[in-house]
Nanobody, 127 residues
Framework: QVQLVESGGGLVQAGGSLRLSCAAS????????AGWFRQAPGKEREFVTA????????HVADSVKGRFTISRDNAKNTVFLQMNSLKLEDTAVYYC????????????????????WGQGTQVTVSS
């Protein structure tokens, strides 16, 4: 089992930036595709972005395209989410997720594709 711990959330003004981190421990980190999801109050959890095992392939939801960037450092067992030009509607709890894979370039956008989840970190964007 992989344990995931998110950090970097907080309160930021609209237009600002935050960088979330997701640190993995437990089983070997490599060979895992990763993704970020978010859940706003009263709404279902939604896909934000995903990255392949090798890091060369990413998939980004239209709602954050051009503003959010996912990356990973396999040597540090960490996945990042750089969030720029934040909007009020980005306010949510952000979750990191991972899925063990055998294909180097696969990404996954479905919530049920993933079997390891972090506890989430709150991001609040104020006006």
């Amino acid at each position: 089992q992989v344990q995931l711990v998110e950090s970097g959330g907080g309160l930021v003004q609209a237009g600002g930036s935050l960088r979330l981190s997701c640190a993995a421990s437990g089983r070997p980190f490599i060979r895992s595709a990763a993704g970020w999801f978010r859940q706003a109050p009263g709404k279902e959890r939604e896909f934000v972005t995903a990255i392949s095992w090798g890091g060369g392939i990413t998939h980004v939801a239209d709602s954050v395209k051009g503003r959010f960037t996912i990356s990973r450092d396999n040597a540090k067992n960490t996945v990042f989410l750089q969030m720029n030009s934040l909007k009020l509607e980005d306010t949510a709890v952000y979750y990191c997720a991972m899925k063990e894979v055998t294909r180097y370039s696969s990404t996954y956008s479905g919530e049920y594709d993933y079997d390891n989840w972090g506890q989430g970190t709150q991001v609040t964007v104020s006006s």
